[in-house]
């Protein structure tokens, strides 16, 4: 049993918190606790004093938000904590983003009207606004070089951004079902070194384990990491597999569905 | 007789035979297909079948409690001696509520009734308002809710500051001053146009059933400059008495207060309703929860906007029956079964406070599904707070649906040891399981997302044995 607790900086947990972000945070946690180690979660904040907090940390998440808090969240990042977060993930740090965090990880994002509004820059790649939105289960086969012991990602997407990967920066993986980066490069996510943005939510890290293991494993490079047992994982994602790979399932329902959602 | 008349009357009857024609085929939409064929007879079918009313229409909107309140008010205004016509099933779209409205009307297109109370969907309240020119309005609260739909919160809250500004000159507004962008909405709105009428709960230390914000909550940000606010009190999810630390925006005094609340289980709830510079009217109604005393409130506020006597609107709720799947008691073999819905992270919260505040028994069954009904994202389950779960022994919690181990997964995690649960595929399979565990001579507790809650009926019964004949569904 290590003493030393393992810092996990949560990247703006009051504004970017959309969809089941929380359930990300616990598996880290968890996963951690499983194998006796003691996970505590840094909540870094807006502003200056909260991006003193970057370095103590062993690794980073940032989930998904409201429109309206990204621009605020996308200044406060470049002006605050853009230094900070460069150096970590240069040491070795691993950051994971969802969603509208993994598109504030890339150079900027082009509006419906045509304004670019800047981003981190930490991978290259950048999103467009769409009118149409991705919505559904996404199934993905991650890049193998990852090394995750199960590649099968499986979770919810739901964005109207278009996001371009550029030059040799390396998708996450490859779309199994669902839409990903663009509905239609087949890419889903991006990854470099220890940062991994992916429009994988649902949430993500519970259902994966295999990829919760991956954040662990950089954060705490020394240690080591058993394997567990994951019976209750594996069910729920071969629950959701199952429902993604037969699209004609409960037909009745979505026929009651469209009634009501009308 | 005009050709206008005609069409209407040609749009009622084609209604009506596609709606016979529905229940024939057992589509299961029967409810809002007559509404789509009127609709495309007469495009102003609503309209004119709401201005036929002798007083007018009130709507009801909000994330949760749209149904309870609006059928608390519907019996609150039978109470006070009017007649009232409304949408009991629940379908709050613009085709269910041209439905409802259709089934109530005559041949002739006039619905012989003094009001209609309608619950309608958020993001549908401006085009109902457009085409009803509503009498009131009523707001009870906004929640994160169904994300897949793609709106997040500040959409609907425009959404719905669009429906105020669209209420016509003299109408009101009932909004909840214990949440915070709701209240700021109201406080927003134009006096000389609209009247606004706050409601909110005032709760002493003692019979406050939470003392914390939920984990994850959307109201925790002042609406006015976005910096935390800071809450003295929290009354259920992110409801109470709060006040901005930067900006001094605070929560508004309600002209109408619920107060002195005190449950029994999940069986009812005594309180009282005070009126600003009037006195205070004792109330028991046959619903348990906090947020239900809000649903109360919220009820009663209107039912004084609409001029009726809140002492004789109040008093008829003694014979209150729930509407259709909330906190609803069905009977399965020979036990019997509380129908609770639960789709979104606040009504899942609140659901499981009262039940386990209420002493719950020994069992509790959650169902998810991830039709579209019920939305197909269930990533919301992991912001609730199901850790209050893990926090009581002895308890077995029932899980099924569609989405049956992603919830086992999260009860792990909630600390729900995994020999206390059991995962059912069927809902006939989870209701017999919850049979032989379940207190015989207590309704067991079922939490359910929509199409699972319609299952759930489906499979029951509304009447037990030597109950007499079954009650229509859904009508309170």
Known sequence: MS???????????????????????????RRAAR??????????????????????????????????DQDLVANDLI??????????????????????????????????????????????????????????????????????????????????????????LSALGQVVRGGGNDGRSGLEGAWRGTVIGTYLHGPLLPKNPSLCDWW?????????????DDHLEHQARSEALALTAAPGRSSRWRLLGRGLIR | MSSRDLRLMAALLGGRAAGIASRGLHLGA????????????????????????????????????????????????????????????????????????MRESDWRGRIDRDWMVLEVDELSTPRAVSELSPRG????????????????????????????????????????????????????SEPAMVRTVLFGLRMDGEDAAYRQ?????DGRACPRCREPLSFSMVHYAHCGIYSCPACGFSRPDPEVEGRAIRLHGLEGLEMEVAISGAGATPVRVGLGGVFNAANVTAAAAASLAMGLSVERSTSALGGFRPAFGRFQVVFWGKGSVRLMLAKNPAGLEENLSAVLGAGSGPVVAIALNDGIADGRDVSWIWDANLEILGEVSDLHV???????????????????????????????????????????????????????????????????????????QGRA
Not at chain 1, 3 to 28: F, K, V
Not at chain 1, 38 to 51: F, M, T
Not at chain 1, 216 to 228: C, K, M, N
């Open chain 1, 3 to 29: 003493n030393a607790p393992l810092l996990l900086g949560h990247l703006y947990p009051e504004e970017m918190n959309l969809y089941g972000d929380r359930g990300n945070i616990l598996a880290l946690r």
């Open chain 1, 35 to 68: 194998r006796g180690l003691n996970l505590e979660v840094v909540p870094i904040g807006l502003g200056a004093a909260a991006a003193e907090l970057i370095p103590s940390c062993s690794g980073y998440f940032m989930g998904g938000g409201q429109d309206l």
């Open chain 1, 79 to 168: 002006t605050c904590k853009g230094d900070h977060l460069r150096r970590a993930v240069a040491a070795g740090a691993p950051l994971l983003a969802v969603c509208a965090g993994f598109q504030l990880l890339g150079t900027h994002y082009l509006t419906a009207s045509g304004a670019e509004i800047p981003g981190l820059g930490l991978l290259p790649l950048h999103t467009e606004a769409s009118g149409t939105r991705m919505v559904g289960n996404l199934v993905v086969t991650a890049d193998p070089r990852l090394g995750l012991s199960d590649p099968t990602l499986v979770g919810f997407e739901n964005h109207s951004g278009r996001t371009v990967l550029h030059g040799d």
């Open chain 1, 216 to 228: 662990l494993r950089a954060a705490a490079p020394r240690l080591d990491l058993p394997p567990l």
């Open chain 2, 30 to 101: 029967g409810s809002t297909l007559p509404g789509d064929v009127g609709r495309a007879l007469e495009p102003r079918i609503l309209e004119r079948l709401g201005s036929s009313l002798r007083q007018g229409v009130v709507l009801v909107t909000g994330t949760n409690g749209k149904t309870s309140t609006a059928a608390l008010l519907r019996a609150m205004a039978a109470g006070a001696g009017a007649s009232v016509a409304g949408n009991p099933s629940g379908s709050n779209l613009i085709f269910g509520l041209t439905a409802a409205a």
């Open chain 2, 137 to 188: 309005l009523v707001i009870l609260n906004l929640y994160r809710d169904q994300l897949d739909r793609s709106f997040e919160l500040e959409q609907i809250l425009d959404r719905l500051r669009l429906a105020v500004s669209r209420l016509p000159q003299g109408a009101f507004l009932v909004a909840n001053a214990d949440d915070p962008r709701v209240a700021e909405l109201a406080l927003g």
């Open chain 2, 213 to 217: 914000l939920p984990v994850v909550s």
């Open chain 2, 398 to 472: 029932v899980v099924s649906g569609t989405r049956a181990h992603e919830l086992a997964l999260r009860l792990d995690y909630a600390g729900v040891p995994e020999d206390r649960v059991l995962v059912r595929r069927s809902a006939e399979a989870a209701m017999n399981a919850m049979g032989r565990l379940a207190d015989p001579n207590l309704p067991a507790p079922a939490l359910l997302t929509y199409t699972a809650m319609l299952e759930w009926h489906r499979l029951a019964t509304t009447a037990g044995p030597g109950m007499g004949p079954p009650t229509s």
